[in-house]
C-alpha cells in the first residue's frame, strides 16, 4: 500500500489546534483514513474529506474548550503577558525615541523591529505556559494594533503596507515564533497523556 | 476512527473526528471510559493508536440511558392508544 502524504497546511492547522492529550491518535486516524479514501476513491476527494473533517474538528474543539471554562486561564495568562511585554516595550520605545533616535525615520525603522521582537518574546513567554494563552495574546496583539490605526496614534506619515505590516506579522510573530525556536509547549512531550 | 464510523453507521450521521475525541474525553473524565495508547504504524504516519475501553461506571450510566429511553417510548406508545 503506498502512503500518500495529507496536506501540510491541514497537519499544521489540528497540531496547532488539537489539545495535546489526543493530539497524535488524532491526527493518526485522520492520515490512516485520508490514506483509505485516497487509495479507494482519489487523492483530492480524499483531500476534500480531510478538509472538512479539519474544519468541523476544529470547531468541535472550540466549542469544547470554551465549554470546559480552561479559556478563562488562557485569557488571563495571556493578558498577563501582555501587560508585562506591553511594558518592558513601551520602555524600549520611550529609550529609542529620547535617548538613541530622536529622528523620525530613525523611529519608522526601529518600530516594527522593537514590536516584532516584543510580539516574539511574548509569544514564547505564552506558550512556554499555556498553549491556549499564545492565541489569546495573537489576538490581544491584533486588536491593540487595529485600535492604534483607527485612533491614529502613529503622528509620522506613514504607508499602508507599513501598518498593514504591524497588524498580519504581529500577531504571527506570537504564533509563529515558538515553533520556528522549536519551544517545548506543555503537555506536547506526553501526547498519549 | 472505528468509534466514529460505527456512530456513523448506526445513526446514519456524519460526525467529526473532532467531536468524537472530545466526547471521549468528557467520557473518560468522568470515569465512564479508560484509554491506552497502542503501537504506532506506518499507515498512521508513525502516530499511535489510541484504544477505548467501557468501565463499570459507563456500563451503569449506559443502562439507565437504555431504561430512560424505553420508559419514554413506552410513555409514547400509551399516549398513542389513548
Known sequence: MRHESPPVLVCWLLESVV????????????IEE???????????????????????????????WLRSGNWLISMSIAAGVYIVVGT???????????LVAPQQATQVVLAPVVFLSAAAIGGCVAARVRRGAMIFLALMVMITVAVAIERKVCTIPVPWWYEFGFLTLGPLAVLITP?????RVPGAAHPGK | MIVRREIEKRT????????????????????????????????RGGRAKRLFRIEAAGKRALQVSEQTIRSMTGLRSRWENL
Open chain 1, 34 to 64: 485520508y490514506n483509505l479514501r485516497a487509495e479507494s476513491a482519489s487523492p483530492p476527494i480524499a483531500a476534500r474529506w480531510i478538509w472538512s473533517q479539519a474544519c468541523r474538528s476544529v470547531a468541535s474543539i472550540a466549542w469544547s
Open chain 1, 88 to 98: 518592558l516595550k513601551l520602555a524600549v520605545d520611550l529609550s529609542i525615541s529620547r
Open chain 2, 12 to 43: 446514519g450521521r456524519s460526525i467529526s473526528i473532532g467531536a468524537a475525541y472530545a466526547t471521549l474525553e468528557r467520557l473518560e473524565a468522568k470515569g465512564y471510559v479508560s484509554s491506552f495508547t497502542g503501537e504506532p504504524t506506518a499507515e
Open chain 1, 19 to 30: 489539545p495535546a492529550r489526543y493530539r497524535e491518535a488524532m491526527l493518526g486516524d485522520l
Open chain 1, 179 to 183: 515553533a520556528l525556536i522549536g519551544l
